[in-house]
Nanobody
Framework: QVQLVESGGGLVQAGGSLRLSCAAS????????MGWYHQAPGKQRELVAT???????NYADSVKGRFTISRDNAKNTVYLQMASLKPEDTAVYYC?????????????WGQGTQVTVSS
């Protein structure tokens, strides 16, 4: 199994910055993809950014140029540097991972961390 523990959420004013971290632990053979989704009240969970273990990235259009995803494969940790934050970025941010446990790949989620951007 894979356990994901997030940190770094909080309250920030519009235009400010936050950095989220997520560390994976457990009895897995590999973590192939790590990233972030967010879910605002009354809305579906949506992709923010993901990164493969080879460094390929994928960003939602709404965060391109403002958010940067990075990853430390040795520590099985993914980071999301968020800049120029907007009130519409307010949401619960969930860490996401695709990992291999034994012969199977599975999808795993963190417990979520709240990001609130005030106007």
């Amino acid at each position: 199994q894979v356990q994901l523990v997030e940190s770094g959420g909080g309250l920030v004013q519009a235009g400010g910055s936050l950095r989220l971290s997520c560390a994976a632990s457990g009895s897995f053979l590999s973590i192939n993809i790590m990233g972030w989704y967010h879910q605002a009240p009354g809305k579906q969970r949506e992709l923010v950014a993901t990164m493969t273990n080879s460094g390929s990235t994928n960003y939602a259009d709404s965060v391109k140029g403002r958010f940067t995803i990075s990853r430390d494969n040795a520590k099985n940790t993914v980071y999301l540097q968020m800049a120029s934050l907007k009130p519409e970025d307010t949401a619960v941010y969930y860490c996401y991972a695709v990992g291999r446990v034994g012969l199977q790949f599975g999808t795993y989620w963190g417990q979520g961390t709240q990001v609130t951007v005030s106007s």
